[in-house]
Each structure stands twice: as C-alpha cells, then as structure tokens.
C-alpha cells in the first residue's frame, strides 16, 4: 500500500509561481513512477507531468512544457511540482500519483495504482 499526501496548493495569481509537494508512505516510493495530473469540472483528468524513479528523467504535457518542473526526493519519500508563469488555464484539483514498478512514464490516468486526495490550485486572472 502507498500513501500520497498532497499539499501547497492555493489561490494565486496569473503569472505567480506555486510548488506542490507530495508526501508518499511505505517502502516502495523509490521503485514507483510518480505523476502529477489535474482536473476540472465535467473534464477528464488530465496528465501535466511524470518522472522516473531516480529523478532523472522527466515528461511534460504541452500546456506545462517550460513551466513547470517536476523533482523529486528519494530519501524524503517526497516529490515536488514547481509550477511558475501560472495561467487561469492552469486552474484546477491537482492529484499525484504512483505506478508501482513501472519503467515507463506513462501519461495515461489507468497505468496509475494510488492517489492522492488531490489539493486545489486557482489561479486567478
């Protein structure tokens, strides 16, 4: 079992920066893929970003690409979403997400075992 525990989220403004960070339970944080997606109201949960599982690699959607960057910290079982130039677009429930031993980051909501609760981010214009 893995526990994730979002938090940082907010009202800003357009063109303000926000980091969310994700606190994650049990041994397993390391061998996991983790993600962050968000969502909106009557839309479908959207992919923003992943990394692999020592931090080294990592993918972006479009709307965030330059943005936004992903980290995260093995030894604190923790990642992090720096989210800078934030646009009203970027509005929404922000949830992270682990795939237990994955290899692949992949940008699809069903490859992923656990969730978060999901933290709210509005950004204002």
């Known amino acids: 079992q893995v526990q994730l525990v979002e938090s940082g989220g907010g009202l800003v403004q357009a063109g303000d920066s926000l980091t969310l960070s994700c606190a994650a339970s049990g041994a397993t944080f390391s061998r996991s893929v983790m993600a962050w997606f968000r969502q909106v109201p009557g839309k479908e949960r959207e992919f923003v970003a992943a990394i692999n599982r020592s931090g080294s690699t990592t993918r972006y959607a479009d709307s965030v690409k330059g943005r936004f960057t992903m980290s995260r910290d093995n030894a604190k079982n923790t990642m992090y979403l720096q989210m800078n130039s934030l646009k009203t677009d970027d509005t929404g429930v922000y949830y992270c997400?682990?795939?237990?031993?994955?290899?692949?980051?992949?940008?699809?909501?069903?490859?992923?075992?656990?969730w978060g609760q999901g933290i709210q981010v509005t950004v204002s214009s």
């Open positions: 997400a682990a795939d237990l031993f994955a290899v692949e980051m992949s940008d699809l909501a069903r490859r992923y075992d656990y």
